[in-house]
Nanobody, 120 residues
């Protein structure tokens, strides 16, 4: 059993900052890439950022220069630092991780999501 649990969402004024965390736990053998998606009401799920197990990062154009993804491999945790938030960043942010469990099964696991609201 593997779980991803997010924290750090909330309400912030436009221009403000938030830091999201996502911790993986359970029967983990190794973790490959991790990242974040987001989904706003009435819109499709949108990829936000990814980070490999050696720290290579990629970002959606809409967040590049404002968001920073990082990870702490010792804690099995991925972070998303969000600066200069805009109202259009308002969404449920969902973390994911490609995780190899102790049975050597490779699967993408998802968190439950955390709400981020940037008010104008």
């Amino acid at each position: 059993q593997v779980q991803l649990v997010e924290s750090g969402g909330g309400l912030v004024q436009a221009g403000g900052s938030l830091r999201l965390s996502c911790a993986a736990s359970g029967d983990i053998f190794s973790i490959n890439a991790m990242g974040w998606y987001r989904q706003a009401p009435g819109k499709e799920r949108e990829w936000v950022a990814s980070i490999t197990n050696v720290g290579r990062t990629d970002y959606a154009d809409s967040v590049k220069g404002r968001f920073t993804i990082s990870r702490d491999n010792a804690k099995n945790t991925v972070y998303l630092q969000m600066n200069s938030l805009k109202p259009e960043d308002t969404a449920v942010y969902i973390c994911w991780g490609w995780i190899v469990d102790t049975n050597r099964n490779d699967y993408r696991y998802w968190g439950q999501g955390t709400q981020v609201t940037a008010s104008s």
